[in-house]
């Protein structure tokens, strides 16, 4: 039991995250890339704030794998490296907490161009 409702918690988080964006995309002219840096820089000013890291606690994986729980990673990484090296954990913060997901971007993309066979239109 314990485990279905940790799943039902991050199933209505992490749906409640994916039913703002359709929201946003429907009723507003905003492009989804807008709204992806939207979600972003939302995800940092709440992670920096303190106010996600309750979202976290209570949703998990629900709340740090839409594009919300990359910003707040991103903001939690640069406090933890900016405690421990100062003002260049400005720097570094954010690049250790991106590089897996930019790796894993890399290599995706590389996969599938050894694998795809595109045509001309």
């Not at 918690?9 to 995309?25: E, N, S």
């Not at 405690?83 to 997901?101: F, K």
């Amino acid at each position: 039991m314990t485990v279905f409702l940790a799943l039902l918690k991050a199933f209505l988080v992490g749906g409640l995250i994916c039913v703002i964006g359709q929201l946003l995309i429907d009723l507003t002219k905003l492009t989804p890339g807008k709204i992806l840096v939207l979600f972003v820089v939302v995800g940092v000013v709440l992670g920096a704030l303190g106010l996600y890291a309750p979202v976290v606690r209570f949703a998990g994986c629900g709340a740090t794998i839409p594009l919300v729980g990359f910003g707040y990673n991103l903001a939690e990484k640069t406090k933890l490296a900016v405690s421990q090296e100062g003002l260049m954990g400005v720097l570094t913060g954010p690049l250790c907490a991106a590089s897996a997901g930019i790796m894993a971007a890399i290599l995706g993309g590389l996969i599938v161009a050894l694998f795809a066979k595109p045509k001309e239109k």
